[in-house]
């Protein structure tokens, strides 16, 4: 399975960007799609993950500004980031597990990474 983000950038303080990710390949089932964020000399940290059912959790530093959604026809999770702060600035990477055709085996995959950067 292949992801494919998109909707990095620059913007200021305050401002607000959407990311996009479309997932491609023989997929039988998507239990999970999620969006994580890696600062520079920082881990890697999940910013939100939305699973089946639509159930949604989001790290305690984004809630209430950030906006995960997700479209089943296609394989597609948004991350829509509101007031954005300038501690927000990293690399987001997209997250996709499920199971794919043949034999419903279990995938585990990751977007290639997109910069957002928040500054005045």
């Known amino acids: 399975v292949q992801l494919q983000a998109s909707g990095g950038g620059l913007v200021q303080p305050g401002g607000s960007l959407r990311l996009s990710c479309a997932a491609s390949?023989?997929?039988?089932?998507?239990?999970?799609l999620a969006w994580y964020r890696q600062a520079p000399g920082k881990q890697r940290e999940l910013v939100a993950i939305?699973?089946?059912?639509?159930?949604?959790n989001y790290a305690d530093s984004v809630n209430g500004r950030f906006t995960i959604s997700r479209d089943n026809a296609p394989n597609t999770v948004y991350l829509q980031m509101d007031s954005l702060k300038p501690e927000d600035t990293a690399v987001y990477y997209c997250?996709?597990?499920?199971?794919?055709?043949?034999?419903?085996?279990?995938?585990?995959?990751w977007g290639q990474g997109t910069q957002v950067t928040v500054s005045s």
């Open positions: 997250n996709a597990r499920g199971k794919m055709y043949p034999k419903y085996r279990d995938f585990d995959s």
């Open positions: 390949g023989t997929i039988f089932s998507m239990n999970s």
């Open positions: 939305i699973g089946t059912g639509e159930s949604v």
